[in-house]
């Protein structure tokens, strides 16, 4: 009712007046309120904005996993493979299986080496429609043919129930020191040679006096994988059925 009280001019300087004193802090806290909705909204944009691009990002970092594994150029060549997820594990902690998210669909079979970008991993033993079993190269029932990358020495792989693995058959005097890599040979009736599988990290004089065994601290430790590489190689084992040789494990 004051405002409405006078002439124009009068008018216009209460409205001034109460502006700047009765109704300013009013004015200030819807104004406020205001600005705090739009820098909300600002921030659910940018919240958004960053999501997607941290998905993208992600995705980008799968791919470029994904390539480097596409070239698997060792000393036995080029082999078509496949790229599976680990998706469960079978059996006790300290002597299980792990489970791949691929089968018979992608035409995966038994004794199908498996590996990672690093070294061997093991090899498929039982396969269905849209998954496989992988026996480790840690399990006690996992046997390997290796050799010393340095002098080609052969042996075999074998590991005990608590996971350590060691290279077996070691003529006692045999060329094999502290440090070498240990690759796969051709002796392994399931991987192609040269695949690296570990170092030697202590030489052990078995009680015969005769052998020796290696302990080998392999490249890949299982339990720590997310992503392994199926190698769709299958060797040639027919002479076996002339030797009468039963090596299904190696």
């Keep these: 009712m004051v405002l409405f009280l006078g002439n124009n001019e009068q008018r216009q300087k209460k409205a001034d007046f109460l502006s700047k004193t009765v109704f300013y802090p009013f ?48 000393d036995s060549g080029i082999y078509h493979f496949l790229l599976a997820d680990i998706i469960g594990y079978k059996g006790n902690f300290l002597e299980r299986n792990f489970i791949i998210n691929k089968g018979n669909l992608q035409n995966v079979e038994t004794n199908y080496p498996v590996i990672s970008n690093d070294g061997i991993v093991g090899k498929i033993i039982s396969v269905s429609q849209n998954f496989s079993v992988v026996l480790p190269l840690d399990h006690s029932t996992f046997k390997l043919g290796i050799m010393s990358k340095r002098t080609h020495l ?91 040789v039963d090596r299904s494990e190696w």
């Excluded at 806290?29 to 909705?37: D, R």
């Design 154 to 244: 052969q042996g075999i792989m074998e590991s005990n129930i608590y996971g350590n693995s060691f290279m077996t058959l070691i003529k006692l005097g045999s060329d094999i020191v502290l440090g070498d890599t240990i690759v796969t040979s051709n002796i392994s009736t399931i991987f192609p040679k040269g695949f690296p599988v570990g170092i030697v990290t202590k030489i052990i004089e078995e009680p015969d006096k005769t052998h020796m065994t290696a302990q080998i601290s392999t490249f890949i430790d299982p339990a720590c994988l997310d992503q392994v590489i199926i190698l769709f190689c299958k060797k040639d084992t027919s002479y076996e059925q002339e030797l009468d």
């Design 27 to 74: 004015i200030t806290s819807i104004k406020k309120i205001e600005s705090l909705f739009e820098v909300r909204k600002k921030n659910i944009l940018l919240a958004q904005s960053i999501t997607g691009q941290t998905i993208k990002i992600t995705a980008l970092e799968n791919e470029l996993k994904e390539l480097n594994s596409v070239r698997l150029n060792y």
